[in-house]
């Protein structure tokens, strides 16, 4: 893997979730330097930064090292995005997930 193709992945994956570095951070536990230097491609991160970076954007840390082409990136989103859904909505009432509905509605 090259230290550009993280960077890369790392910035699309933040502009796909309309998500900052400093939003990162704070999920992660990394700090904003370290991020920074993951950005500008300086550096490239550990496994132990991959997996906390991964499951904070909703990406495969295959993809987001470089092992993986975009298409199955966006395959690998959207289905991550369902899974994680359908496990929070399985406790909400039905009023709950009407909502749910609705505040997806309103974001599109």
Do not use: H
Not at 39 to 46: D, E, H, N, P, T
Not at 56 to 63: C, F, G, P, T
Not at 64 to 90: A, H, P, R, W
């Amino acid at each position: 893997m090259y230290v550009d193709e993280f960077s890369v992945r790392l910035k699309q994956a933040l502009k796909d979730r309309n998500m900052k570095p400093s939003t990162l951070s704070k999920l992660t536990g990394i700090s904003k330097p370290l991020i920074s230097n993951y950005l500008s491609g300086k550096y490239k991160a550990k496994q132990d930064n991959v997996y906390l970076i991964a499951k904070a954007l909703i990406v495969d840390e295959a993809w987001l090292m470089g092992y993986q082409n975009v298409d199955e990136f966006k395959k690998d989103v959207s289905d991550e995005l369902i899974k994680t859904i359908n496990n929070k909505c399985v406790q909400l009432t039905d009023e709950q997930k009407q909502k749910v509905i609705d505040m997806i509605d309103i974001i599109k």
